[in-house]
C-alpha cells in the first residue's frame, strides 16, 4: 500500500517549487540556504514530505516571499478546491499544473516582458485560435 499525499501538503510543494523556479534558483541552491540536500528539496515539493511550520518559514525567507503565499488557492482539508464549482477547480487545477512546469514559467515570463497590450492580445488570441483548432481535430 503507498501512501498518497496529503493534497495540501503536495500544493505547498508545488507552490515552493513554482516560486523556486520563477526567481531562478536550483532545488541545490534551495537545499544550501537549507542545510537540506535537493533530494529532500524535491520531496518537500512533490509534497511526499510535509514541511514544518519552521522550515516552511525558513523556505519564505530563502525564496524571499511572505508565507501566505504558499497556501494561495489552497484545497480544504478534504481535498477539495475552495469556493466555486467544481469545474471551475479542474480548470485552475490544470492551469496552476502548466504554469508550475517549466515551459509554464518559461512562457508566463517572456509574455510578461512584452509591454505593447496590442501584441499582449494578439498573441491570446493566437494561442486561443491554436487551442480551438486542437480540440476540434
Given at each position: 500500500?503507498?501512501?498518497?499525499?496529503?493534497?495540501i501538503?503536495?500544493?505547498?510543494?508545488?507552490?515552493?517549487?513554482?516560486?523556486?523556479?520563477?526567481?531562478?534558483?536550483?532545488?541545490?541552491?534551495?537545499?544550501?540556504?537549507?542545510g537540506?540536500?535537493?533530494?529532500?528539496?524535491?520531496?518537500?515539493?512533490?509534497?511526499?514530505?510535509?514541511?514544518?511550520?519552521?522550515?516552511?518559514?525558513?523556505?519564505?525567507?530563502a525564496?524571499?516571499?511572505?508565507?501566505?503565499?504558499?497556501?494561495?488557492?489552497?484545497?480544504?482539508?478534504?481535498?477539495?478546491?475552495?469556493?466555486g464549482?467544481?469545474e471551475?477547480g479542474?480548470?485552475?487545477?490544470?492551469?496552476n499544473?502548466?504554469v508550475?512546469?517549466?515551459?509554464?514559467?518559461s512562457?508566463?515570463r517572456?509574455?510578461?516582458?512584452?509591454?505593447?497590450?496590442?501584441?499582449?492580445?494578439?498573441?491570446?488570441?493566437?494561442?486561443?485560435?491554436?487551442?480551438?483548432?486542437?480540440?476540434a481535430?
Amino acid at each position: 500500500m503507498t501512501k498518497v499525499p496529503n493534497p495540501i501538503d503536495r500544493h505547498v510543494g508545488a507552490r515552493v517549487r513554482m516560486r523556486r523556479m520563477l526567481i531562478g534558483m536550483s532545488q541545490e541552491k534551495l537545499g544550501e540556504a537549507l542545510g537540506l540536500t535537493f533530494q529532500q528539496i524535491q520531496k518537500y515539493e512533490k509534497g511526499a514530505n510535509r514541511i514544518s511550520a519552521s522550515r516552511l518559514q525558513q523556505i519564505s525567507e530563502a525564496l524571499n516571499t511572505p508565507l501566505a503565499y504558499f497556501f494561495k488557492g489552497a484545497p480544504s482539508s478534504d481535498g477539495a478546491p475552495q469556493g466555486g464549482f467544481a469545474e471551475a477547480g479542474v480548470e485552475e487545477g490544470r492551469v496552476n499544473d502548466f504554469v508550475m512546469t517549466a515551459e509554464g514559467l518559461s512562457l508566463n515570463r517572456a509574455f510578461a516582458r512584452i509591454s505593447d497590450p496590442k501584441v499582449r492580445k494578439k498573441i491570446v488570441d493566437l494561442v486561443t485560435a491554436l487551442a480551438d483548432g486542437n480540440e476540434a481535430e
